[in-house]
Each structure stands twice: as structure tokens, then as C-alpha cells.
Nanobody, 116 residues
């Protein structure tokens, strides 16, 4: 059974940091590109960051460049999103996604709220 389980969300003040984790099971994690998406209330889901199967390449949406870092540990079947200097506009539900050609798997999401 395929599972992606996110954790690490919460309430943080502007300028603070959070580290999201996504643990995968039920598929060969090291074969998949891993992505973090987010969706704020009333907005479309957007791709925040992705990392290739080996971790050799990463990419970020412009609004998080220099603040967020995606990484993965294939030995632990886990992908991370380190989020620094958080802003109110980063408030959203964050979803982990695994992609390999036409195959896609999603986690249930973890809420990140940035507020003073």
C-alpha cells in the first residue's frame, strides 16, 4: 500500500523556521522525483519545490528561492522541506508528491500557518 505521510507543520511567527518531512512507503522511493506543493485557502495548488530521484537537481518557485531547501534521504525514504524566514504568504496546506512518468502519489498534507 502506497503511503506518503507528512509531518512538521504548525504555527510559527514571521521570520521563523519549520522543517517538513514526508516519509514514503509502498513503492521504490529512489526511483521517484519528489515534490512539495502547497495550497492556500481560495487558491490553486502550486508547486513549491522538487528534487530529482538521486537528489542531484532541485528547483524552486521564485517566491521561496533562497528561503526554502528541499532534500531527500533515499536510505530513509524521506523527503524534507526546510523553510526559513517564513512569511505570512507561506501559510498553506503543504503536500508531498511522488512522481514517476504517469504515476503520481500524494500525501494527506500538513498545515503551515505563519502568523504573529
Amino acid at each position: 500500500q502506497v503511503q506518503l505521510v507528512e509531518s512538521g507543520g504548525g504555527l510559527v511567527q514571521p521570520g521563523g523556521s519549520l522543517r517538513l518531512s514526508c516519509v514514503a512507503s509502498g513503492f521504490i522511493f529512489s526511483w521517484y522525483t519528489m515534490k512539495w506543493y502547497r495550497q492556500a485557502p481560495g487558491k490553486e495548488r502550486e508547486l513549491v519545490a522538487h528534487i530529482t530521484s538521486t537528489g542531484g537537481s532541485t528547483n524552486y518557485t521564485d517566491s521561496v528561492k533562497g528561503r526554502f531547501t528541499i532534500s531527500r534521504d533515499n536510505a530513509k525514504n524521506t523527503v524534507y522541506l526546510q523553510m526559513n524566514n517564513l512569511k505570512a504568504e507561506d501559510t498553506a496546506m503543504y503536500y508531498c508528491n511522488a512522481a514517476l512518468r504517469v504515476l503520481q502519489y500524494w500525501g494527506q498534507g500538513t498545515q503551515v500557518t505563519v502568523s504573529s
